[in-house]
């Protein structure tokens, strides 16, 4: 798999992650199945990385991966502390009802039995924060449902928080659930996606992020091109300009 390197220096790489590639080994997957951090070791010949924040499996787009240790921490204080600032963009189903807004809803803590099977089921819900702004919008005639018609809307969110799934469970907590979402999605449009428009993919993109180079202090925003099949998604859809 060739993987598309948006920057490098003796610190830091930022990588283009493809949607359906682990960052790292699962519990839940064959042993040989490829990872990003696997894949960047060979691509650098390196024995060590270090893994500075995540993306979930199904999500494309930026993520930073650290070279050194020393770096990797400051760059991991640096997310703890909100200071790096990120952008995603997702299709959800429906018209928000307005342009742009801020959901300020707190989520429970996801218990993952592989990871970790001794934590408590039973957390506190913890603060979660989104903006997002209507890119696009468009009306298919298709029907899903009772509906002889089905809208859509291209969104950009801003994550203030990082909490697992935030962007996608705050999407369904809207009542706008993100395509190709099989966790948080809903069923009969995504089966639309995939029989109308061969889609078989989350439509979630980690497009650009933001933040102080963790050794020279200098201001960085990585950007990530869109996927060829999202690009063409998006034209099929007429949610092409932006």
């Known amino acids: 798999m060739q993987l598309s390197i948006l920057f490098e220096d003796d610190y830091l790489i930022a ?8 960052v790292h080994p699962s519990w839940i997957t064959k042993p040989d199945e490829p990872t990003l951090m696997g894949l960047l070791k060979e691509h650098f010949n390196a024995e060590k990385l270090h893994t500075i924040h995540r993306l979930d499996r199904a999500t494309s787009g930026v993520i ?11 760059m991991q204080e640096q997310f703890q502390s909100r200071g790096v600032k990120k952008e995603y963009e997702c299709l959800v189903r429906g018209w928000l009802s307005e342009q742009q807004g801020s959901l300020d809803y707190p989520l429970v803590p996801k218990y993952d039995k592989f990871a970790d099977p001794l934590a408590r089921q039973d957390k506190e819900a913890k603060e979660a924060v989104t903006d997002f702004k209507v890119i696009g919008q468009t009306e298919l005639d298709i029907p899903v449902g009772r509906y002889s018609t089905s809208r ?6 801003f994550p203030h928080t990082g909490r697992k799934h935030q962007i996608r469970r705050h999407m369904k907590h809207l ?31 980690a497009r650009t992020i933001h933040f102080n180079h963790p050794i020279t202090g200098e201001a960085l925003s990585i950007h990530s091109k869109l996927p060829a099949d999202i690009e063409q998604l998006y034209r099929q859809l007429g949610l092409n300009k932006s």
Do not use: Q, W
Request: hydrophobic content about 35%.
């Open 15 to 22: 990588v283009d992650k493809p949607s359906g590639l682990l």
């Open 152 to 157: 859509y809307s291209r969104v950009a969110c």
């Open 64 to 74: 930073l991966v650290g070279k050194e240790i020393e770096s990797s921490k400051r």
């Open 175 to 205: 009542l706008h659930p993100i395509i190709g979402d099989t966790k948080y999605g809903e069923g009969r449009h995504n089966r639309m996606f995939r029989e109308h428009f061969d889609l078989h993919r989350l439509v979630l993109l």
